[in-house]
T-cell receptor, first 111, second 112 residues
Framework: GESVGLHLPTLSVQEGDNSIINCAYS??????FIWYKQESGKGPQFIID?????DKRQGQRVTVLLNKTVKHLSLQIAATQPGDSAVYFC??????????FGQGTRLTINP | KAGVTQTPRYLIKTRGQQVTLSCSPI?????VSWYQQTPGQGLQFLFE???????NKGNFPGRFSGRQFSNSRSEMNVSTLELGDSALYLC???????????FGPGTRLTVL
């Protein structure tokens, strides 16, 4: 069945370094992808999204890359800060307003 | 603009009881979706409401139900609670013009 998964459950990076969080999806019909950040005790917070007709989108310190050939999504965070520590989820949807989430990657920033 | 709000934030129930959770979407948003989050299963879609009609439903038993009111506020109900229903229940809303869903802080339900 459809699924969205993450390659790494945990990721530790040094403060100031760049972080890359990866995600694999299985449904080639997915046309919209979102990255969410979830801090302890809070709901998922929207970070950035990308549609299937794009392969790259940039926000403030974040970039999402989409490779439809291998069904791979990545989130790049530049110059990571302590406040970036959280669990990051990718999600996919194909127009039905139903998001399918990956299991999440916990990002830890080391001082 | 205020975000999605959920009440209550925490709830403790015992097996066999029922529970009702409430969600107020962002002003102007007409779609409300509910998700269950557990350490083992992650985030799973429960159902989605739009203009008081259930538009989409996930793979959950009939004990899980919901509704939406004319002001777009939504409630979900879980009857005959089981231990496995302990989870964070998240509500998300979206506007008719975009696919992005914005989440509330969730309701932490503990079933004893």
């Amino acid at each position: 069945g459809e699924s969205v998964g993450l390659h790494l459950p945990t990721l530790s990076v040094q403060e100031g370094d760049n972080s890359i969080i990866n995600c694999a999806y299985s449904n080639s019909a997915s046309d919209y992808f979102i990255w969410y950040k979830q801090e302890s005790g809070k709901g998922p917070q929207f970070i950035i999204d990308i549609r299937s007709n794009m392969d790259k989108r940039q926000g403030q310190r974040v970039t999402v890359l989409l490779n439809k050939t291998v069904k791979h999504l990545s989130l790049q965070i530049a110059a990571t800060q302590p406040g970036d520590s959280a669990v990051y989820f990718c999600a996919e949807t194909w127009g039905a307003q139903k998001l399918v989430f990956g299991q999440g990657t916990r990002l830890t920033i080391n001082p | 603009k205020a975000g999605v709000t959920q009440t209550p934030r925490y709830l403790i129930k015992t097996r066999g009881q029922q529970v009702t959770l409430s969600c107020s979407p962002i002003s102007g948003h007409r779609s409300v979706s509910w998700y269950q989050q557990t350490p083992g299963q992650g985030l799973q879609f429960l159902f989605e409401y739009f203009s008081e009609t259930q538009r989409n439903k996930g793979n959950f038993p009939g004990r899980f139900s919901g509704r939406q009111f004319s002001n777009s506020r939504s409630e979900m109900n879980v009857s005959t609670l089981e231990l496995g229903d302990s989870a964070l229940y998240l509500c998300a809303s979206s506007s008719p013009n975009e696919d992005t869903q914005y989440f509330g802080p969730g309701t932490r339900l503990t079933v004893l």
